[in-house]
């Protein structure tokens, strides 16, 4: 899925009551700020999209926030 947006930037995800898996959002090569607040079901980051286990996580980050994510694990 994050294949298809190389030049994304930012990722914002607010308020959720239903989402409980995440895509690896640190793969994205551009990928400055990321912004997770208020997913209540939240449980988890897929890792299974195939790629090497040895690739660079979030090179371009900069801000990074999590809030209020009770189940994650």
Request: aromatic share 12%.
């Amino acid at each position: 899925m994050l294949k298809e947006l190389p030049r994304l930037v930012k990722i914002e995800i607010v308020w959720s009551d239903s989402c409980r898996v995440l895509p690896l959002f640190s793969r994205l090569p551009l990928h400055k700020y990321l912004f997770l607040q208020y997913l209540k079901a939240v449980e988890f980051v897929d890792e299974a999209d195939g790629e090497s286990s040895s690739s660079t996580y979030f090179s371009a980050l900069e801000s990074f926030c999590l809030s209020d994510l009770p189940e994650l694990k």
